[in-house]
């Protein structure tokens, strides 16, 4: 028998086993998208997606932070471990936390499709018209749960309160309509989250990279789909609203599980890329330091090799997004004597009158990184010459 005077349950089996899941993926989310935010920092480049990612991941921690607490209040429980004021409380809880949730998811999303805008901003009109597609859905699905469930009861206190209902003090809709809000968010969000994998693809495929360059993004852009996973598994959960009395706190438990693992991967999804980026100017410096510094002279091509050099294990430089240019200047003089003009015959092949000198030609090649977020931020030029 249940004490009355309880207020927590003891955290083990199922409730310990959600309590540790969600501060696991709280703490991965955490860790990646810091390291996002220090390159894009670092790189002079942060912009409305990356603020965007930061205020989901405030709030997915704040979301976190209220299902640990559900949990501990009753969320994840079955009913004979749960008195009266735990079931109120755990209701109550779980009110608040999936207000929450359906902030960070839309915040969340939103930075992805404000990043893909950037990268597809000279794309065909179609993938354009897909990603404002994306970014209407989101917030449609987001009006939707939010203002569906602060309405429905009325006053809000009356979804974990049945005291105030069975006095009539408060009306509530149907079960069918908690369902179909439920139903409604989970099918959206599984449309978004296969748009944020598919969309990404297509544009990745069309830009100027090796086929093993692209498979690789690819495959860490394929851990969004687990997102996808984790929402289409918490569904079949949601049809037992239909029986408030049978264990309903137990598979709520599942719900809000599966929801926090969705925000967790989400964030880490998004801010794969400055990961990649990251590990790519590490493994650099590791290889610069074994293998020295490079002369200042040599030039550094876009593809990474070095003029002079023929090793290919280097120290590399390449373009790391599909908005950076590359620029080339060229600048040709004539030397100090007359000079005559030749043919274009002769000039093909190289004759000089008179034994005189040539044409000195001087080749200046700056490269510089652009990026078109907020505002265009360029990285000094790396500038390399070579005369002939």
């Known amino acids: 028998m249940i004490d009355e005077n309880a207020r927590a349950v003891v955290l083990e089996d199922f409730p310990l086993t959600m309590t540790v899941l969600v501060l696991v993926f709280l703490g991965l989310a955490v860790i990646t998208v810091g390291i996002r935010t220090m390159v894009r920092v670092t790189d002079d480049n942060f912009g409305i997606d990356d603020w965007l990612i930061v205020a989901g991941l405030v709030v997915y921690i704040a979301d976190s932070g209220l299902a640990v607490h559900a949990v501990k209040v009753g969320i994840g429980s079955k009913d004979d471990h749960l008195n009266t004021w735990m079931q109120s409380e755990a209701q109550k809880f779980y009110i608040i936390w999936i207000t929450v949730y359906v902030v960070a998811v839309a915040l969340i999303k939103t930075s992805v499709c404000v990043t893909l805008r950037r990268i597809a901003a000279k794309s065909v009109p179609l ?100 997102a996808s996973i984790a929402t289409i598994a918490r569904a079949p959960f949601i049809s037992h609203y239909k029986r408030p009395t049978d264990n309903l706190k137990y598979y709520i438990g599942y719900i809000v599980l599966f929801s926090c693992v969705e925000i967790g991967i989400g964030c880490i999804a998004a801010s794969l890329p400055s990961l ?113």
């Open 276 to 388: 990649r980026i990251l590990y790519k100017r590490v493994r650099g410096q590791e290889s610069q330091g074994s293998t020295g510094t490079p002369n200042a002279n040599t030039l550094i091509t876009i593809g990474g090799g070095k003029i002079g050099d023929s090793s290919s294990r280097g120290p590399k430089r390449v373009f790391t997004n599909p908005t950076d240019r590359g620029i080339t200047s060229t600048h040709v003089n004539r030397g100090d004597n007359n000079w005559e003009r030749l043919s274009d015959e002769d000039s093909d092949k190289g004759i000089l009158v008179n034994g005189q000198s040539g044409i000195r030609a001087d080749y200046t090649y700056s490269v510089e990184l652009e990026t078109y977020n907020t505002g265009n931020s360029r990285g000094p030029p790396q500038i390399a010459s070579s005369d002939r």
């Open 127 to 226: 993938i354009q018209y897909a990603i404002w597609g994306l970014f209407a859905l989101t917030w449609a699905s987001f009006c939707v749960t939010f203002f569906g469930i602060l309405t429905f009861c009325r006053p809000v206190e009356g979804n974990w309160n049945t005291t105030l209902v069975l006095e009539g003090k408060a009306n509530c809709a149907t079960t069918e309509t908690l369902i179909g809000i439920s139903h409604t968010n989970t099918a959206t969000s599984i449309v978004t989250d296969v748009g944020c994998i598919v969309l990404p693809g297509i544009l990745l495929w069309k830009t100027q990279m090796t086929i093993r360059a692209k498979l690789q993004v690819l495959c860490l852009l394929s851990l969004a789909s687990v």
